[in-house]
């Protein structure tokens, strides 16, 4: 990903508010990773598993933070359990960041994701769970805004999927 | 020494405490036993400690204990590393370790009935003060400064089964109601506004 797009991200992460983050490393976004530790207004927190990146970051939800949980791909399978007890059943909106790694569009793809990625979505879509895949950086600042507001509305997570230029 | 007997010592020191339980028999005991604002229910096992670290890293100065089970615990060792590491100087975890996966009609064994040890890998995960105690002034002793006290605090309280959850009335509040009254309660205590409640 280039520099630029990790700055937009962390940029639109910051103009909704977004004050605490919950991770795991994945390789096509982590570039947002120094930056926010960099800025140091956002909470970030690693954890050991996505399914325990989304409790904690349900727990900083109902604490009054504003929360975001970014994960690769493989995240939505580790952590269904969590985002549907915690996520959907109590009903906390978290803003789901999601290394689309495995799609059509991911630059780096191979047999290795492949898999994984081509079932991503229809878990998501299993799980209920509302989402929206960004290939490039127009209008990302609006489509951070969107889907926090949709997860807001839902009490319930909400995903943004970052293939294309963001996969590379 | 069996759940109840501990839980019934932590019940009259509820003052601005944040309590999570996980869904074992503990929760329908502690929901009888107490009706703290101040409770919140994770519906399901496995969720409850990683929620309660969200919840003490969002609000530092508030004493958050956590109501966990063995069974619980197991299905969420990764939570112990993170614990482990994260410094929190706010939270008390009490595992109520009944060695049996007591939801289940037959009480099948979890794997504490055999070789595993949850506070040593509570230990081992950087946990220094991990301890296990097993009888009630053991749980006097190491437990109750985790109710009132400071730092992280992380019991295991090796108990009997105790079937009493399956005889007292269950509460009767859902999640949701749970989850409102519980951010309410927060809202009002800390004077803050929980973004996403109120929005219309």
């Known amino acids: 990903m280039e520099p630029v797009l990790a700055e937009k991200i962390v940029h639109g992460l910051k103009a909704v508010g977004i004050d605490f983050i919950t991770y795991l490393p994945e390789s096509r976004l982590s570039q947002i990773l120094p930056l926010l530790r960099e800025d140091g207004t956002v909470q970030m927190v690693a954890a050991a598993s996505e399914q325990e990146a989304i409790t ?29 007890t915690v996520g959907k059943q109590m009903g906390v909106p978290i803003l789901l960041l999601i290394g689309f790694l495995g799609s059509f569009a991911d630059q780096r793809n191979s047999f290795l994701y492949v898999t994984i990625g081509m079932r991503m979505i229809p878990t998501l879509e299993g799980l209920g769970l509302e989402y929206r895949v960004i290939e490039n950086a127009d209008n990302l600042d609006r489509h951070i805004r969107d889907a926090q507001r949709v997860s807001d509305s839902m009490r319930a997570p909400a995903a943004l999927i970052f293939s294309g230029e963001f996969a590379r | 020494m069996i759940r109840r007997d501990c839980l019934e010592l932590v019940a009259p020191l509820m003052t601005d405490q944040l309590v999570l339980s996980s869904q074992s028999g503990q929760r329908i005991e502690w929901f009888h036993l107490s009706q703290h604002e101040g409770n919140l229910l994770v519906g399901m096992m496995g969720c409850a400690t990683g929620v309660g ?20 615990v197991l299905l969420s060792l990764f939570n112990l590393p993170t614990l482990g590491n994260l410094n929190l100087t706010n939270l008390t975890v009490f595992v109520f370790d009944n060695e049996v996966y007591s939801g289940s009609t037959m009480s099948e064994p979890t794997a504490t009935a055999g070789n595993t040890d949850i506070a040593a890998i509570a230990r081992a995960s950087g946990i220094e003060n991990a301890v296990t105690v097993d009888d009630i002034e053991g749980f006097k002793e190491h437990g109750l400064p985790g109710v009132t006290g400071e730092g992280l605090h992380y019991v ?45």
Not at chain 2, 54 to 66: D, F, N, S, Y
Not at chain 2, 163 to 187: C, M, Q, S, T
């Open chain 1, 56 to 84: 904690i970051a349900a727990g900083a939800a109902l604490g009054g933070k504003r929360v975001a949980c970014y994960m690769e791909s493989t995240g939505p399978y580790v952590s269904a359990y969590s985002l549907l």
């Open chain 2, 53 to 72: 670290m969200g919840l003490a890293l969002a609000l530092p100065h508030r004493r958050v204990i956590v109501l966990e089970s063995d069974g619980s």
């Open chain 2, 156 to 200: 295991v309280c090796k108990v009997e089964e105790s079937l009493i959850h399956r005889e007292i009335p269950r509460p009767n509040v859902d999640l949701a109601e749970y989850k409102y009254r519980f951010v309410r309660y927060i809202e009002r205590t800390e004077g803050i506004t929980i973004p996403f409640v109120g929005l219309g």
